[in-house]
């Protein structure tokens, strides 16, 4: 079965500091993206970076970057320097292209940032 | 640019009354997803539509949902009748859908509906 799963309901890092959220995936398709949404308070949904099956090397994308173990079947992603307005919930998700055009979320994790 | 563009932003009804919302996608888009968002099921996907026509609507909950799209920015949809247990953010979200995985979507900023 196709499934995204974050551990980690809830986590706290200081400003400034770097801080790793979890996601791990299962599928037994060789294609596929992940993908990482930010969800703040406002409640929209941003996009932040996508990782495919294939690239050899991690995603980045400003302060953001994954840390792409395909072995492992996980999909970190690790945000630099942390700033107040990074708290917010983040979600992991997953996309098989093809006719399966949706993505599957996991349950988030929410990020808080102390100063 | 204009992203995707939803409304209304907050709909609060009561139950038994018909609920439409409202959907633009981003220009030159040709897919747009329907998510629902609850505490319970975090985010599920309703229905989605690539050039207009509904792929795959098999998360559609039930007979009181239905979804359209008549043209390429313009997509509804309708809860009829509507019941408490439809209280949720509604989600809308395009993508340039190529078939490919790294197909990204692209969210609207989701209507929270309140169903008394």
């Known amino acids: 079965a196709q499934k995204i799963t974050q551990t980690q309901p809830g986590m706290f890092v200081q400003e400034k500091e770097a801080v790793t959220l979890d996601c791990t995936y299962d599928t037994s398709d060789p294609s596929y993206g992940l993908f990482w949404y930010k969800q703040p308070s406002s409640g929209e949904m941003i996009f932040l970076i996508y990782?495919?099956?294939?690239?050899?090397q991690n995603a980045t994308e400003g302060r953001y970057s994954l840390n792409f173990q395909k072995a492992r079947k996980s999909a970190n992603l690790v945000i630099s320097a942390s700033q107040l307005g990074d708290s917010a919930m983040y979600f992991c998700a997953m996309n098989f292209g093809g006719s399966q055009g949706n993505l599957i979320f996991g349950k988030g994790t929410k990020l808080s940032v102390k100063p | 640019d204009a992203g995707v563009i939803q409304s209304p932003r907050h709909e609060v009804t009561e139950m038994g009354q018909e609920v439409t919302l409202r959907c633009k996608p981003i220009s030159g888009h040709n897919s747009l997803f329907w998510y629902r968002q609850t505490m319970m099921r975090g985010l599920e996907l309703l229905i989605y539509?690539?050039?207009?026509?509904?792929?795959?609507d098999s998360g559609m909950p039930e007979d009181r949902f239905s979804a359209k799209m008549p043209n390429a920015s313009f997509s509804t949809l309708k809860i009829q009748p509507s019941e408490p247990r439809d209280s949720a953010v509604y989600f809308c979200a395009s993508s340039d859908f190529i078939g490919g995985a790294q197909d990204t979507q692209y969210f609207g900023p989701g209507t929270r509906l309140t169903v008394l």
């Open positions: 990782q495919g099956s294939y690239d050899q």
């Open positions: 539509f690539n050039n207009n026509v509904p792929i795959d």
